[in-house]
C-alpha cells in the first residue's frame, strides 16, 4: 500500500501539534511492512522559493517534498494559484500514484487540493484529520467570540456576522457551503478527540464518516520521577509547555501563582514557563504578561521557547504539568508526553482536555479562565499527602507512533474494502452531508 500524508507544514521548519502528529503517523507508516509512505508539506514565506515549480526539498530523507504556497485565501481556506495545484500538485499524484491521500490539514494549502486528488485519482481512498475547528470557525478555528472572550457554543452565519461585522451573513453562509462541498469528496474523517466529532456533527458532517484515532509520540525514553532534594518531601515544581497566546491561558496561570500564599509556596516551590511567540501576540497581551510576570517575582522562571525533543530532558526538572487554555483544545500533544513521563496534569475543565485528563486519576480539572480555581488545584498540590504519587499511577500510556500507524492501516483497509463492494451497497458520498 502506498500512502501520502499532507501537512500544512514541516515539523523542521514550524513546530506546531498537528505538524508533529502527521510527520509521526508518516514515520510509523514506513515502519509498517509492505508500507511505502511519503510525506508532502505546505512551506511558505519567510522560506524562499527555490524556482518556478511550487516543489522543493529538504534533501534530508528520501520520500519527503515541500509545496510552496502562499497565495492563499485564509476566509476561504482556498488556495487561489490554482494552475500551480493543478500542474505541480498533480503531477505529485500522477509520480506517486498513492492508494490512499491523508491530509492532516489543508491551512495554506487549500481545500482545492482535495479536489485535485479526488480528479486525478478518483479510486484514491481520502482520508482528512481535523485538528480543530477551522472549517466551522474563522475565528482562527478557535470557536471563541471576538473581543469579550467567550466561548462559542454553535455556528450560525448570524452567529459569525456578530463577530465580524464586516462580512454579512451571506458571505459566512457561501463559505460554510463551499467548505463542505469541498470536505464531501472525502472518504472519511479522522479526529483525536470525540469532543471535536461532536462538534462537526453538529455542524452537518455525517457521524459514520468519522473515526476517533488518537495521535501517536514517538519518544525513545521516559523521564524518571524529579530527585527530591534531602529533607523534601513534596513535589512542587509545575510546569507550562505551550505557545504563549491568550487563548493557551498561560496568563491565567501566572496570576494563580500569585495568589497563593507564601506559607502554602514555599522556598521550593516554582513555576516554570517553556512557551514562543509571545512577540506575535496583541502589544495589550504581551504589556498584561509581563505585568504577571513581574509580579510574580521568583515564583516564575520563564525559560523561553522549545524544540519536542527537549521534552525528555526537560520533564526531569519537572512534578506537574499545567494546562490553563481558554478554548476547546482538541488534543494538545503536551498530554501526551506529560503522561508518557509519568506527570500528573493540572487542566481547565472543557474540550478534548477534559476528555483525556481524567479529575481526580491522572490529573486535576479546574475552571477554565479561573485563578481561583486553578489555585485550588495548585494548593492540593504541594499540601494533600500522597496525591501525586495516586495520580501519577493513574496514568495510562500514550499511544506510540508505530501503534498509531498500526490504527490508521487498519481503517485504511476497511474502508479500501468498503469502497471495493458492488455500487448499490455501498452509501452515497453526498450523505456525509446534512
Given at each position: ?252 496561570l501566572i496570576d494563580a501563582v500569585t495568589r497563593i500564599p507564601d506559607s502554602v509556596w514555599g522556598e521550593d516551590a516554582m513555576l516554570l514557563v517553556y512557551g514562543g511567540n509571545l512577540e506575535r501576540q496583541p502589544q ?151
Amino acid at each position: 500500500m502506498r500512502v501520502l500524508v499532507i501537512s500544512h507544514a514541516h515539523p523542521s521548519l514550524s513546530l506546531g501539534g498537528a505538524e508533529v502528529a502527521s510527520y509521526n503517523l508518516h514515520k510509523g507508516l514506513q515502519a509498517g511492512e509492505g508500507i511505502d509512505s511519503h510525506y508532502l508539506a505546505r512551506v511558505g514565506a519567510p522560506t524562499p522559493r527555490h524556482a518556478g515549480t511550487a516543489l522543493m526539498s529538504l534533501r534530508q530523507r528520501g520520500g519527503e517534498l515541500l509545496y510552496y504556497a502562499e497565495d492563499y485565501d485564509h476566509f476561504l481556506i482556498s488556495n487561489r494559484a490554482t494552475e500551480e495545484i493543478e500542474r505541480d500538485f498533480v503531477r505529485v499524484l500522477h509520480d506517486l500514484k498513492p492508494d490512499v491521500v491523508h491530509f492532516h490539514h489543508f491551512i495554506g494549502l487549500g481545500l482545492e487540493c482535495l479536489f485535485a486528488v479526488r480528479d486525478a485519482l478518483p479510486d484514491a481512498l481520502i482520508v482528512v484529520t481535523f485538528h480543530e475547528y477551522l472549517s466551522i470557525c474563522h475565528h482562527h478555528g478557535q470557536m471563541v467570540k471576538t473581543g469579550a472572550f467567550k466561548l462559542c457554543y454553535r455556528a450560525s452565519p448570524t452567529d459569525c456576522n456578530a463577530c465580524f461585522p464586516d462580512i454579512s451573513p451571506a458571505r459566512f453562509l457561501a463559505r460554510e457551503t463551499f467548505i463542505k462541498g469541498m470536505l464531501g469528496l472525502a472518504d472519511h474523517f479522522v479526529s483525536p478527540s470525540r469532543f471535536l466529532v461532536d462538534r462537526y456533527v453538529g455542524w452537518g458532517l455525517a457521524e459514520e464518516r468519522f473515526s476517533v484515532i488518537e495521535n501517536g509520540i514517538d519518544v525513545a525514553s521516559t523521564a524518571p520521577p524529579r530527585p527530591l532534594p534531602e529533607g523534601k518531601e513534596r513535589r512542587s515544581r509545575f510546569a507550562y509547555f505551550g505557545q504563549l497566546t491568550p487563548y493557551k491561558g498561560a496568563d491565567v496561570l501566572i496570576d494563580a501563582v500569585t495568589r497563593i500564599p507564601d506559607s502554602v509556596w514555599g522556598e521550593d516551590a516554582m513555576l516554570l514557563v517553556y512557551g514562543g511567540n509571545l512577540e506575535r501576540q496583541p502589544q495589550a497581551y504581551q504589556d498584561k504578561f509581563a505585568k504577571l510576570v513581574e509580579s510574580a517575582g521568583r515564583r516564575v522562571r520563564f525559560c523561553g521557547a522549545f524544540q519536542n525533543h527537549e521534552m525528555p530532558n526537560l520533564m526531569r526538572s519537572v512534578d506537574w504539568v499545567v494546562m490553563p487554555s481558554v478554548w476547546w483544545e482538541n488534543s494538545p500533544i503536551v498530554i501526551q508526553e506529560a503522561f508518557f513521563h509519568g506527570r500528573p496534569i493540572l487542566a481547565s475543565a472543557l474540550g478534548g482536555m477534559a476528555e483525556k485528563i481524567t479529575d481526580e486519576v491522572d490529573g486535576l480539572h479546574f475552571r477554565a479562565g479561573s485563578p481561583e480555581d486553578l489555585v485550588d488545584c495548585m494548593v492540593r498540590a504541594l499540601t494533600e499527602p500522597g496525591l501525586w504519587e495516586r495520580l501519577r499511577g493513574g496514568i495510562t500510556r500514550p499511544m506510540s507512533h508505530r501503534e498509531c500507524a498500526q490504527t490508521h492501516l487498519d481503517l485504511y483497509r476497511r474502508l479500501i474494502t468498503e469502497r471495493s463492494r458492488p455500487a448499490q451497497a455501498r452509501q452515497d458520498p453526498a450523505a456525509m452531508i446534512a
